[in-house]
Structure formats: C-alpha cells, structure tokens
C-alpha cells in the first residue's frame, strides 16, 4: 500500500499487541495522522486500556485507531471515514488555467499560505513544524500567477502508484481553476502510476473529485480524540 510506503518516511511502527500496531513520528509527535494505532482485528478492552495508558505515559493527550474496517466497539470514539480514491484512465478533460506557472515554494512561501488558512485552526506553532517536517521528504509543487504563490500540493510515487494531499487554493483566488490546474500538472509529472488521492468521505471535495474522474477503491476508518480525559476506559 502507497500510504504505507509514505508513512515510512516519518514513522516507524511495531507491534504493541496482538491487534494493535503501533505507528509513531518521533520528530513531530502532536500529529495525529503520523501517531496511531493500526488495528488487524478489534481490538480487546484491555488492549485498548494498555494503548490508553501508554499514551499518557508518553506525555500525548490524544488516542487515535485506524483500519481497514470498522469496530464493532469504538470505545465510545466516533468514527471517521477517509476514501481512497483513484484517477480512472477514461477520465474527462478538465478545465485549467493557462496564466498559471509552476515551481518549487519556498519554507516562507508555504508557511505564508498554510498559516493564512489553517493557522488559526491548528495554531502557529503545529504549522510551522508540519510544514518543515513535510518539506524535507514530500515534492511540492507550488502554482503561482502574478508571481504569487496561490495553490499548493505535495504528491509522493513508490512502487507504480502516486498520492498526491494537501492540496490548497488561496482563497482569494478560488473559481480560477487553480486546483484543476494543479491535479493535471501531478497527473502529468507522476505519468505512468496510477494516481490516488485521500478525501473525507462527508466533506464536499469528494463530488469535486468524483466529476473529475476520480473513483473510491477503497476506506479507511478512523477514531481519534483530542482529549483524553473525555473517555471512559471502565
């Protein structure tokens, strides 16, 4: 699996117990999405008690399960669902912009784009490290018109697949096309992988994707809570 491939470049995983696999990011350890435990079957009460309790002894208050299909016992966690989806070959032409060009961002130049929209959610601190974590392992590819940064990604390729995520318009420039623009130039870099995405599987850029030609092949559930002190482990 590609997301497996490109959770090697920051993680490192081990066996916790029986049905719980343990994925950690040493180098950034408040991401939730590189902090995890991957489950093969449901997990037991008291495996979930020994992933609750190691958790507060590494200093983490947060606790987040992900696999392939869902617990028939959350633990009182609500359930997420994030699709995989694929580009299909007999996919429509898609609407760009030709005044867009491309190049590599700079460090400033994401961190100005990433804490204008996402700063105020995830805070200052948790974007500035995310990005400089990312920018290290991940290609990025930055969408400028007038000299200005106005649309970003990232995509990885392993082993006849790519997956591309992150994917930001500025929203001063939404409606020019600049996410079009920017999926067929990965397309066009990542040529002969087939090419996967991750999208919410209740959020809006799932039918933006869905028009394009993309398809769900596959799900990923996910249960995760911020605050330890919220559940009950009795």
């Not at 082993?159 to 420039?173: E, K, P, R």
């Not at 933006?208 to 993309?214: I, L």
Request: charged share 30%.
């Amino acid at each position: 699996m590609i997301e497996h491939k490109m959770a090697t470049l920051f993680c490192v995983n081990k066996l916790f117990t029986r049905n719980l696999n343990k994925w950690e990011d040493n180098d950034l350890k408040d991401k939730y999405d590189h902090n995890y435990f991957e489950y093969s079957a449901q997990p037991s009460k008291e495996e979930f008690q020994k992933a609750f309790a190691y958790q507060k002894e590494r200093g983490d208050n947060f606790i987040k399960l992900e696999g392939n299909f869902p617990l028939k016992n959350s633990f009182g966690i609500e359930e997420g669902i994030t699709l995989t989806m694929a580009l299909k070959e007999d996919r429509a032409e898609w609407k760009t912009n030709p005044d867009v060009r491309f190049d590599v961002p700079t460090i400033e130049e994401l961190e100005e784009i990433e804490l204008k929209h996402y700063g105020e959610i995830y805070g200052r601190d948790f974007t500035v490290r995310n990005i400089r974590h990312n920018y290290e392992k991940l290609n990025y590819i930055g969408a400028y018109l007038e000299e200005r940064l106005v649309g970003v990604c990232y995509y990885f390729v392993a082993d006849g697949a790519a997956c591309f995520d992150g994917l930001l318009v500025d929203t001063d420039y939404r409606g020019k096309y600049i996410a079009t623009t920017i999926i067929e130039e990965v397309v066009k870099r990542t040529q002969g992988n087939v090419l996967f995405l991750h999208a919410d599987a209740n959020d809006t850029p799932k039918e933006m994707y869905e028009k394009m030609g993309f398809e769900v092949v596959d799900k990923l559930y996910e249960y995760c809570c911020g605050d330890l002190n919220e559940i009950s482990i009795n």
